[in-house]
């Protein structure tokens, strides 16, 4: 069983911080793209999926006939989820519509903050009334899916970013995700207020935990039963296929994708996304070692020794992770080595001094 990501690369506007492989094009080459991901999954696509991304970019952007045709074309049963990402200012009933015929049982809406000038400022095109506008439609077709929300934006305060948190829990949002803005160099903002980043992650998780979303990850949170199936085969290091510009797959332990964005992608499909156009990403034993440590210490489930010892054939350096234990920013439970306390904030110091 594999998972698929699809990578819709269009959005009707590029947003200031935005890092993606994302291109604001006119709406006459949807229709090709289209075709092109339909024709890559037709050459490339060999197992039934357990799961279904739509992402991007923004799959939104697709207009109705295309959104039809991209859907019509996909897989329609035996899907355990079948995803796809919104922007608050192109949700609408008709495309609701399609999505839900086709199958689509998720949402995942890119909300970011509800405060209208930090929206301005990040170059979002929608306001905080638009954003709670479609998650309340959203929420009440598909019954699941994810609120995205950024947080240590500049000239954000706690109690800014603490009062979406708290909308949105209290709007019954099932899953929520955030994320701490990362900016390039060379993207013009003002300054970020980094100092307030651990007082502004660990209150948030305050308020989701007496909301019952749980952290099941660094970044997401959910109701029981509402994590994200698709998201959690990526931390597990579960094999996916990646299709359209940019997307990455993980086969048999190796990650390929296609390199540059829509037009090398382009002339790839139509030359027959031959295997010897991908670029292969073959990591050495002690790179499969590193990648399963930092995905498993994002997740709840954490680390388990055992699995560890069972896949490389060594014991965990246990002493590694001694001094984060000591304090408290790592457990050891049942065989699990765990992010604890305000070692939630500190994966990465964590992660560099206990490399294996
Ligand atoms: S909507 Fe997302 S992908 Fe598109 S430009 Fe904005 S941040 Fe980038």
């Known amino acids: 069983m594999q998972s698929l990501y699809i990578h819709v690369p269009f959005c009707a506007s590029i947003c200031g911080y935005c890092d993606f492989c994302a291109m604001p094009v006119p709406e006459r080459l949807h229709s090709e793209y289209v075709d092109l991901v339909l024709r890559e999954l037709e050459l490339r696509a060999n197992d039934v999926f357990d799961t279904v991304y739509l992402g991007g970019g923004s799959p939104s952007v697709l207009n109705a006939a295309n959104l039809r045709k991209l859907l019509a074309g996909l897989q329609k049963s035996g899907l355990k989820e079948f995803s796809m990402e919104w922007n608050p200012e192109q949700v609408s009933e008709e495309k609701m519509d399609i999505a839900l015929e086709f199958g689509i049982d998720r949402f995942s809406l890119g909300i970011q903050s509800l405060n209208d000038n930090l929206l301005k400022m990040l170059g979002r095109k929608h306001t905080a ?72 992650y660990l209150k948030a998780v305050q308020i989701l935990s007496e909301a019952k979303l749980d952290r099941y990850e660094v970044s997401n949170f959910a109701l029981s039963g509402h994590e994200s199936k698709h998201n959690q085969v990526y931390w597990k290091r579960g094999a996916y296929l990646g299709i359209g510009p940019s997307a990455h797959s993980y086969l048999n332990g190796i990650r390929s994708y296609v390199e540059g964005k829509y037009v090398p992608w382009k002339k790839w499909v139509m030359s027959g996304c031959l295997q010897s156009g991908l670029t292969e990403d073959i990591p050495s034993t002690e790179g499969k070692e590193m990648e399963a440590v930092w995905l498993s210490l994002r997740t709840r489930e954490g680390l388990s020794l055992k699995d560890y010892e069972r896949e490389f ?44």
Do not use: R
């Open 129 to 200: 009334k638009t954003a709670l506008e479609a998650f309340e439609k959203l929420n009440s077709a598909f019954g699941t899916g994810s609120c995205d929300l950024m947080f240590c934006l500049p000239n954000q305060s706690t109690e800014n970013f603490l009062s979406d948190v708290k909308t949105m829990a209290s709007l019954g949002a099932k899953h929520i995700s955030f994320y701490g803005l990362t900016l390039e160099k060379g993207k013009k903002f003002p300054p970020q207020p980094e100092d307030l980043y651990p007082e502004m």
């Open 313 to 356: 054939g060594k014991e965990f350096e246990f002493k590694k992770a001694e001094p984060f234990i000591e304090k408290k920013w790592l457990e050891l439970s049942n065989d699990h080595l765990k992010l604890n306390g305000e070692g939630w904030l500190w994966l990465d110091k964590i992660f560099l001094y206990s490399l294996p």
